[in-house]
């Protein structure tokens, strides 16, 4: 395939900084969950966008976390990393309202990549005085990029001009995944993962991230001579305590839960779907290192 481009662009940088949003704006697809809470993506995601002559890999990864609690984010730790192992292009995204000593791991880690590198500074639709600068001043200092960039993923602000150096920067290569593909993950893995960015919106405290979410059953059936998707999930609390706050007084939360989850996956596969929640209880299950294999967060 004569001057096709194709290369892993891989995003990184701490939680709630804006990775997934960048990920769904230049992918074009809803492939991350994306909330205001930090911890809000835990594997891995690959959003592939492709074209006649070109295939991006948009990798999306768990924010690093510098004091891991739990096996569970040892894990979203090693997915995190990995993405300095298979780069073609890194794009490090940090806003303006973050700050760094120059003592972090992923700034050596940085400072020692050779695969281009851009610096994506988001929020700056927020920036009242000027902090994109001083962020950048900071970084200048510690490693050379090939390019810096103003962003507002959230707002689309200078999101094209990035997607067109990406463009400029990645390598000839023929495609990695065939061209109707989007992502590497499953129809159950995105169902799943809608019905956890509603626990993460709907939900407070530290429930939402006591939760995780397994699509049991996927299945097309046919009602009326329409497509029907009959989805059942089970929803993992780590606590028995947590269990009536998901179901909530006579059912209602769990309802409005199902609803809301229901509306997104609905949107996102175009058809009707059925969706039966179910909650269980399975203390520590984010140290548990069979749960966390079943929940796909190790090999």
Same mark, same amino acid.
């Given at each position: 395939?004569?001057?096709?481009?194709?290369?892993?662009?891989?995003?990184? &940088?701490?939680?709630?900084?804006?990775?997934?949003?960048?990920?769904?704006?230049? *992918?074009? $697809?809803?492939?991350? +969950?994306?909330? *205001?809470? %930090?911890?809000?993506?835990?594997?891995?995601?690959?959003?592939?966008?492709?074209?006649?002559? /070109?295939?991006?890999?948009?990798?999306?990864?768990?924010?690093?976390?510098?004091?891991?609690?739990?096996?569970?984010?040892?894990?979203?730790?090693?997915?995190?990393?990995?993405? !300095?192992?298979?780069?073609?292009?890194?794009?490090? +995204?940090?806003?303006?309202?973050?700050? /760094?000593? &120059? $003592?972090?791991?992923?700034?050596?880690?940085?400072?020692?990549?050779? #695969?281009?590198?851009?610096?994506?500074?988001?929020?700056?639709?927020?920036?009242?005085?000027?902090?994109?600068?001083? #962020?950048?001043?900071?970084?200048?200092?510690? +490693?050379? !990029?090939?390019?810096?960039? !103003?962003? *507002?993923?959230?707002?689309?602000?200078?999101?094209?001009?990035?997607?067109?150096?990406?463009?400029?920067?990645?390598?000839?290569? %023929?495609?990695?995944? %065939?061209?109707?593909?989007?992502?590497?993950?499953?129809?159950? !893995?995105?169902?799943?993962?809608?019905?956890?960015?509603?626990?993460?919106?709907? /939900?407070?405290?530290?429930? %939402?991230?006591?939760?995780?979410?397994?699509?049991?059953?996927?299945?097309?059936?046919?009602?009326?001579?329409?497509?029907?998707?009959?989805?059942?999930?089970?929803?993992? +609390?780590?606590?028995?305590?947590?269990?009536?706050?998901?179901?909530?007084?006579?059912?209602?939360?769990?309802?409005?839960?199902?609803?809301?989850?229901?509306?997104?996956?609905?949107?996102?596969?175009?058809?009707? #779907?059925?969706?039966?929640?179910?909650?269980?209880?399975?203390?520590?299950?984010?140290?548990?290192?069979?749960?966390?294999?079943?929940?796909?967060?190790?090999?």
């Amino acid at each position: 395939m004569n001057n096709h481009k194709s290369g892993f662009v891989n995003i990184i &940088g701490n939680p709630n900084v804006g990775k997934s949003t960048l990920m769904n704006t230049l *992918s074009g $697809e809803k492939m991350s +969950v994306v909330t *205001s809470k %930090p911890q809000t993506t835990r594997h891995r995601i690959l959003g592939l966008l492709s074209e006649d002559d /070109y295939q991006i890999i948009f990798s999306d990864t768990p924010g690093i976390i510098e004091n891991p609690l739990y096996g569970m984010q040892n894990s979203m730790n090693k997915f995190a990393w990995a993405s !300095f192992e298979d780069a073609d292009i890194l794009l490090m +995204v940090t806003d303006i309202f973050e700050k /760094y000593t &120059g $003592e972090e791991k992923v700034i050596k880690a940085l400072a020692e990549t050779t #695969v281009p590198k851009f610096l994506i500074i988001n929020k700056t639709d927020l920036d009242k005085s000027n902090m994109a600068d001083e #962020v950048a001043s900071f970084w200048e200092q510690h +490693v050379k !990029f090939d390019e810096v960039f !103003f962003i *507002s993923a959230q707002e689309k602000i200078n999101t094209e001009y990035l997607f067109e150096k990406i463009l400029a920067f990645l390598p000839e290569a %023929p495609p990695y995944y %065939p061209k109707d593909e989007i992502s590497d993950k499953s129809e159950r !893995f995105f169902a799943s993962e809608m019905i956890r960015e509603k626990i993460l919106l709907l /939900y407070k405290q530290e429930v %939402p991230y006591s939760c995780e979410v397994l699509v049991t059953r996927f299945k097309e059936e046919e009602k009326n001579g329409q497509p029907l998707l009959m989805i059942y999930a089970d929803i993992y +609390v780590d606590r028995k305590s947590q269990k009536p706050i998901i179901i909530g007084k006579n059912g209602e939360a769990i309802k409005k839960l199902g609803i809301a989850a229901r509306a997104d996956i609905e949107k996102f596969f175009g058809k009707h #779907v059925y969706l039966d929640l179910n909650v269980k209880i399975k203390e520590n299950w984010r140290n548990d290192e069979r749960m966390l294999k079943h929940f796909g967060y190790s090999e």
